[in-house]
């Protein structure tokens, strides 16, 4: 199985509105943690480093970007 949420729902026994909750909670926080790591990192980073953060910060941005307009996480297709 390759949902988060639903992995929480079964695993916990909690309604998928509730896993949903927490795998958000979950991502929210790992992006944190890259966030701030990054920015000590980037300070005396070499070019290929700061080329490569870069990318990791597009391939976040993208995929973010994908998720808002891809139907498969609107509201609406979420069942409690």
């Known amino acids: 199985m390759h949902s ?7 695993d916990r026994k909690i309604p998928t ?9 979950m991502h929210d926080a790992e992006v944190a943690r890259y966030l701030h790591a990054e920015g000590s990192v ?9 080329g490569y ?9 993208g995929n973010f970007h994908w998720s ?3 139907g498969r996480y ?3 297709t979420v069942s409690a």
């Open 53 to 61: 953060l870069d990318g990791l910060r597009s391939w976040m941005s």
């Open 68 to 70: 808002l307009e891809t």
């Open 17 to 25: 509105a509730e896993a949903i909750i927490h795998a958000v909670a």
């Open 74 to 76: 609107s509201v609406a």
């Open 42 to 50: 980037r300070l005396d980073a070499a070019p290929e480093l700061r």
């Open 4 to 10: 988060l949420p639903a992995v929480l729902a079964s």
